[in-house]
C-alpha cells in the first residue's frame, strides 16, 4: 500500500528524519513507537503531504508521490494526484483538531461535502453509520466542549473514516486522554483492526501494540532501529536502544 524509501527530511539543518524505508502492506496494522522527538510525527505528516521530505520515494497504491531526481532534489507529483492520494490517507491526531464552532454531525460531513464532493444527504447518511460504530450516536448535534476526550477522539476517527480512506494514520490517539477514556479509543481502533483497515499507529501504549500490530517499528534520533513482530520487538529485541526503551514501560 505504502512504501517509503530512504526519507531524508531536515528542518533548519536539523535532521530528523535520517534514510527512513519502510512498507505498509494492505490490511496490516503497523505500529511505531520511540522515545519523544525520534521524528514519528514527523514520519507520519510527509507521507500524509503535511510536510515536504528533502529527498527518498514515497509510493502509495503503485502511486508514485515524490521521488529524488539526480541533482538530490524531490520532486512531488502534480497537483490532481497529490489530492487524490491525499485523501487515501486519513490521519487523527493526539489532539483530535475537531472544528469547536461545528457539531459532531457537521465536524464529520464537513470533508465529505467541501473536498470529495458527496452529497450531503448520502455524507449524513455515512456520518450516522460513523457514530453507530463508534458509540456514539446519541452525540450527532453536540459540540466537542460537550464531550470527553474520548468522546472527541472517537469523532475524529468517525471524521476520519468519513473519507473512506484506505489506510489511517494516527499520531499519538490516546497521548492526551485518562486511562480509562484511553481504553475506550483502543476498544475502538482494535476493531478497526479485526476488520482489516489498514493502520500506521504511532503510540506509548505497548500493550496495545503488542496486542494488535502486525509490526512493530521502534524509531530513534531519525532512524528505524528495529522493526520487527511484536514478539520480536518485545520480547527478544535486538538492539540495545531497543532494549532500553521497551524496559523502560515495564
Ligand atoms: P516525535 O513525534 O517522535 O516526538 P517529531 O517528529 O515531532 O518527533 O520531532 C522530531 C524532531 O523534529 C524534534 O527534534 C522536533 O523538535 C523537530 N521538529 C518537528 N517539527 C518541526 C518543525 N515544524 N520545525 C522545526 N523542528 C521540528
Ligand atoms: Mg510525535
Known amino acids: 500500500m505504502i512504501e517509503a524509501s530512504d526519507i531524508c527530511k531536515s528542518f533548519d539543518g536539523n535532521k530528523v528524519l535520517k534514510g527512513i524505508s519502510f512498507e505498509v502492506k494492505k490490511g496490516e496494522v503497523v505500529a511505531i513507537i520511540g522515545p519523544s522527538g525520534s521524528g514519528k510525527s514527523t514520519l507520519l505528516r510527509c507521507i500524509n503531504l503535511l510536510e515536504k521530505i528533502d529527498s527518498g520515494k514515497i509510493t502509495v497504491e503503485d502511486e508514485i508521490m515524490v521521488s529524488t531526481n539526480e541533482a538530490g532534489r524531490a520532486i512531488y507529483a502534480d497537483r490532481k494526484s497529490l489530492r487524490k492520494i491525499r485523501l487515501k490517507i486519513g490521519l487523527v491526531f493526539q489532539n483530535f483538531n475537531l472544528f469547536p464552532h461545528y457539531s459532531v454531525l457537521k ?31 446519541d452525540k450527532a448535534n453536540a459540540y466537542p ?54 493502520m500506521v499507529v504511532v503510540t506509548h501504549e505497548m500493550n ?43
Do not use: W, Y
Request: proline share 5%; glycine share 6%; charged share 25%.
Open 107 to 137: 465536524n464529520i460531513t464537513e470533508a465529505p461535502v467541501s473536498v470529495a464532493g458527496i452529497n450531503k444527504e448520502e455524507a449524513n447518511k455515512i456520518a450516522h453509520e460513523l457514530l453507530v460504530k463508534m458509540g456514539l450516536e
Open 145 to 198: 466542549c460537550n464531550l470527553s476526550g474520548g468522546q472527541c477522539q472517537r469523532v475524529a476517527i468517525a471524521r476520519a473514516l468519513a473519507l473512506n480512506p484506505d489506510v489511517l494514520f494516527f499520531d499519538e490517539p490516546t497521548s492526551a486522554l485518562d486511562p480509562e477514556l484511553t481504553l475506550e479509543v483502543l476498544k475502538v481502533i482494535r476493531k478497526l483492526a479485526q476488520e482489516h483497515m489498514t
Open 208 to 250: 496495545f501494540a503488542r496486542e494488535v500490530a502486525d509490526r512493530v517499528i521502534f524509531m530513534d534520533n531519525g532512524v528505524i532501529v528495529e522493526e520487527g513482530t511484536p514478539e520480536e520487538v518485545f520480547s527478544n529485541p535486538v538492539n540495545e536502544r531497543t532494549k532500553l526503551f521497551i524496559k523502560g514501560f515495564e
